[in-house]
């Protein structure tokens, strides 16, 4: 891709061997500078898949803010793109970040959210997660977050909490300068609401948030929220 920004694409994985090839199939679409792979410890064929598509394979402890922060230590872009293992980027969106970065003075932002499914409920929720987004300015890890490498190293990464590091993140970001929530949309997997229960799911991450604001432990926080593959 003609950019004089080089995108560093990086996806924390954990026992995603169902859906990572296709994931990782659309990134290379996507033509970035590099792809990092951060594992916490699958025991599927995860890591055999992700090495198909790229040699910068790190492990880390579980934990999407310890992963994330192992695959930026490797990383070597201008723009880090933190994209979760079961969400997509289309190239017309990937390319509007691009000229979003290169064309004023942001440090970074999120994707809008798109919960990739027809069912009423989850384009209710998809809709009320962007209206939350856009006027409480709170962005969530299934939007993308992307952000310059500079403001990333002066941000010392992501908190290594083990829940909500991506509220944690947004927040610290826009204190550090002018961030954008861009209108074109980060595709994620409405796996965790089938799985869990729509309303049930979104109920919980809705408490868990706000307690969270309130001052919450994460480590209490996380025994509401367990991994689901």
Same mark, same amino acid.
């Given at each position: 891709?003609?950019?004089?920004?080089? @995108?560093?694409?990086? @996806?924390?994985?954990?026992?995603?061997?169902?859906?990572?090839?296709? +994931?990782?199939?659309?990134? %290379?679409?996507?033509?970035?500078?590099?792809?990092?792979?951060?594992?916490?410890?699958?025991?599927? &064929?995860?890591?055999?898949?992700?090495?198909?598509?790229?040699?910068?394979? @790190?492990?880390?402890? $579980?934990?999407?803010?310890? %992963?994330?922060?192992? #695959?930026? %230590?490797?990383?070597? #872009?201008?723009?880090?793109?933190?994209?979760?293992?079961?969400?997509?980027?289309?190239?017309?969106? *990937?390319?509007?970040?691009?000229?979003?970065?290169?064309?004023?003075?942001?440090?970074?932002?999120?994707?809008?959210?798109?919960?990739?499914?027809?069912?009423?409920?989850?384009?209710?929720? +998809?809709?009320?997660?962007?209206?939350?987004?856009?006027?409480?300015?709170? $962005?969530? #890890?299934?939007? $993308? *977050? *992307?952000?310059?490498?500079? +403001?990333?190293?002066?941000? &010392?990464?992501?908190?290594?909490?083990?829940?909500?590091?991506?509220?944690?993140? *947004?927040?610290?970001?826009?204190?550090?300068?002018? @961030?954008?929530?861009?209108?074109?949309?980060?595709? +994620?997997?409405?796996?965790?609401?089938?799985?869990?229960?729509?309303?049930?799911?979104?109920?919980?991450?809705?408490?868990?948030?706000?307690?969270?604001?309130? #001052?919450?432990?994460?480590?209490?926080?996380?025994?509401?929220? %367990? $991994?689901?593959?």
């Amino acid at each position: 891709m003609d950019s004089l920004l080089k @995108v560093s694409i990086i @996806v924390p994985t954990f026992n995603e061997a169902q859906g990572l090839k296709e +994931t990782l199939t659309q990134i %290379q679409q996507l033509c970035p500078h590099e792809l990092v792979v951060s594992d916490g410890g699958s025991d599927d &064929n995860t890591l055999e898949i992700a090495k198909k598509f790229t040699k910068h394979v @790190v492990y880390s402890p $579980a934990g999407r803010a310890l %992963q994330m922060n192992s #695959g930026a %230590q490797i990383a070597t #872009g201008d723009i880090f793109l933190f994209l979760h293992a079961d969400s997509r980027i289309e190239l017309a969106s *990937f390319e509007k970040m691009l000229c979003s970065l290169k064309s004023s003075d942001k440090i970074g932002g999120a994707f809008s959210l798109c919960i990739d499914s027809d069912k009423w409920s989850l384009r209710l929720i +998809t809709r009320l997660a962007n209206l939350r987004s856009k006027y409480l300015g709170m $962005a969530y #890890g299934d939007q $993308a *977050f *992307f952000v310059k490498n500079s +403001t990333f190293q002066q941000m &010392n990464g992501f908190t290594e909490f083990p829940i909500c590091e991506d509220i944690d993140f *947004f927040k610290r970001l826009r204190k550090l300068g002018p @961030v954008i929530l861009l209108k074109e949309k980060a595709l +994620t997997s409405p796996r965790r609401w089938m799985k869990e229960g729509i309303w049930f799911t979104t109920l919980r991450n809705i408490l868990i948030a706000t307690l969270f604001e309130l #001052g919450f432990p994460p480590r209490i926080l996380t025994k509401w929220y %367990q $991994a689901i593959r």
